[in-house]
């Protein structure tokens, strides 16, 4: 197997109790879309900028493209497209001397590319920086991240504050991207976007990873949601005590909702004997295995 583009083990920042990062471990391979997911707060944007080398680590291990992000900061940032969760360039200058001034300390000579991305994206390269909007930063951002066509992009929230059409277009980048044979790291809240895209996921809560999986992976264990409706009072005890198995009773006795998480089989053998007259069964819900991975312990209790 081809090394790990991003690899860590243990990876820890403390910024006091109950912030930061514990104990953080991944590993992206060659050629993935790679996404990273949770909730404000949970980590994310700490765990990149230690990627970047723009944090130091606590404790644990990181190495991006085989480097170490603090030692060959330099090499690491002229091989990666790094967009932050919130631009920061110069702010009196204009995109375009932004996008010089990085294209030159990168050696980017042919600016075709970058010139087909502003065009893509509609981004405004004409205004300082800082009289920009969200979204047009945001633009200007992605040009800067993917103009060197670098092997490895490293995104932080890439399409907050982009039109739906424009995370189409982004979509389709990225899809380039990989065709290529190049590596993407993205952050999102968004899970509908993500699952589209990526080809791995790891969701993190509280600065710890929770789960790491494909979306065909994570789909296998959502929770499927089967309705059944009987035209006799039944006992469904035995039901609620199937592992991964939750009743919920409606206001109708003969309807019962079961929530089913684990494997099915047992399921049906042990709804049969009770003599449904009716069954609705629904596909795997990622949304709410996702919102579950999302709740924090906190909230759970209450
Ligand atoms: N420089 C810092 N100083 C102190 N605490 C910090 C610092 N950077 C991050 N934190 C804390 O670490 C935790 C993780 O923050 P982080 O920005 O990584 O979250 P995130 O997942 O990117 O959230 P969001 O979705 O809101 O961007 C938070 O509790 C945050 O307050
Ligand atoms: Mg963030």
Redesign the pocket.
Known sequence: MAPAVIETHALTRS??PR???IDVDLAVEPGQIFGFL??????????IRILMGLYHASSGAARVLGLDPLGDAVELHRRTGYLP?ELAVYPRLTGRQVLDRFGSVRGLRDTRYRDQLIERFGAEIDRPTQTLSKGNKQKLGLVLAFMHRPELLVL??PTSGLDPLLQREFVALLEETTADGRTVFL?S?DLDEVQRVVHRLAI?RE?RIVVTDTVEGLRRHAPRTVELTFDHEVDTTALGRLEGVQTSESSDPRHLLLTITGPVAPVLRAIAPLDPVDLLARPADLDELFLGYYRSTELQEV
């Open positions: 910024f006091g912030r930061g990062i949770g909730p404000n707060g949970a980590g994310k944007s700490t765990t969760g932080d929230e952050s809240h993190i600065g």
